[in-house]
């Protein structure tokens, strides 16, 4: 039996991802923008900030740098910050900062 696979991320935070769709698009990262449509979430950030809802999208050990082919992309959002690790054209880590809680789209909002 295969282990499931990790949840898309447009599924269980659909505003999230049609915003990095667009922010990306507006940097004029279009490659990006179509890879964000697919991310899944790998792992939620353990570091444990109030501020913090950062997540990887592609398995890497904590603590080692990305090496060669890495890049940050800072985008603008209108809400607190959203930064992307990219290896090589794929998105390894969205940084969220400073924005008001995600809800995850699959669990009944509260009464």
């Known amino acids: 039996m295969s282990a ?5 991320v447009r599924e269980m935070f659909p505003e ?16 990006l923008a ?9 792992e939620k950030c353990r570091c444990g900030d109030g501020f913090c809802q950062s997540f990887k999208t592609e398995p890497h050990p904590d603590g080692q740098p990305y090496g060669r082919g890495h890049r940050c992309v800072t985008l603008l959002p209108s809400e607190g910050m959203l930064v992307l690790d990219v290896v090589d054209g794929r998105i390894m880590y969205v940084e969220v900062l400073d924005r008001e809680p995600l809800r995850d789209a699959r669990l009944p909002r509260p009464a």
């Open 16 to 31: 999230l991802v049609s915003e990095l769709v667009g922010l990306l698009e507006a940097e004029g990262e279009n490659e």
């Open 34 to 42: 179509v890879c964000a449509w697919d991310l899944r979430l790998v």
């Open 4 to 8: 499931p696979e990790h949840p898309l």
